[in-house]
């Protein structure tokens, strides 16, 4: 069966500071990729989304970047955090057509300070 | 466009009431339509989809939605609430032209009392 690992859970970093965030699927080749992130009490909004290694597509001008070194890893980064990237960070998978539902990790809590 | 709409962003149940959650939907093609539930500090999980099959699915945890496409809604309900079904539902249609991307909705939070 196929599973998701999305970690750190909780991450507190200062203003300034660089971000990592990873994530992996398993038991599935080729998957499309995402992430989101959820500020509170808001909805969903999708922050880089990847068809392939090394293609990564943006959706929203913003200070993170995205990368996929591997076919099931992908990674959310920062050079320098702002307070306005605290949130819900929440990375997903699918596989085949625009039909495909989502399959959701547990998310990273992330407070800037 | 596509476009989802979730008419109420907080609704309130007694244990062992009926459960509507409502969802309008906007998009140029034959949508795909989920519902995703999340409980507090998760990730998203999948309760149900759309996909131009049956227009009454069934999800998990008895749950399930009506596709009414002359009225573009997809609501969401149960016949009977469970402490346990307290969390935050969202509303998704999916683009059919851009590999799979999804449209959510605002989410309603669903509380359920004693």
């Known amino acids: 069966s196929q599973t998701i690992h999305q970690w750190p859970a909780t991450l507190v970093q200062p203003v300034g500071s660089p971000l990592s965030l990873e994530c992996t699927v398993e038991?599935?080749?080729?998957?499309?990729l995402y992430w989101y992130r959820q500020a509170a009490g808001r909805g969903l909004q999708l922050l880089f989304y990847s068809v392939g290694i090394g293609q990564i597509s943006s959706e929203v001008p913003q200070n993170l970047s995205a990368s996929r070194p591997q076919d099931r890893q992908f990674i959310l980064s920062s050079k320098k955090l702002l307070l306005s990237d605290s949130g819900f960070y929440l990375c997903?998978?699918?596989?085949?057509?625009?039909?495909?539902?989502?399959?959701f990790g547990n998310g990273t809590r992330l407070t800037v300070t | 466009a596509q476009s989802v709409t979730q008419l109420d962003s907080h609704v309130s149940v007694s244990e062992g009431t009926p459960v509507l959650l409502r969802c309008n939907y906007s998009s140029s093609y034959s949508p795909s339509l989920f519902w995703y539930v999340q409980h507090p500090n998760k990730g998203l999980q999948l309760l149900l989809k759309?996909?131009?099959?049956?227009?009454l699915v069934k999800g998990i945890n008895g749950f399930e939605a009506e596709f009414k496409k002359s009225e573009t809604s997809f609501h969401l309900t149960k016949p009977s609430a469970h402490m346990s079904d307290a969390a935050e539902y969202f509303c998704?249609?999916?683009?059919?032209?851009?590999?799979?991307?999804?449209?959510f909705g605002q989410g309603t939070e669903l509380s359920v009392k004693p």
């Open positions: 998704v249609v999916s683009l059919y032209n851009q590999g799979g991307k999804l449209i």
């Open positions: 759309y996909t131009s099959a049956a227009t």
């Open positions: 997903a998978w699918s596989v085949g057509t625009y039909n495909s539902p989502l399959h």
């Open positions: 038991g599935t080749s080729n998957p499309n």
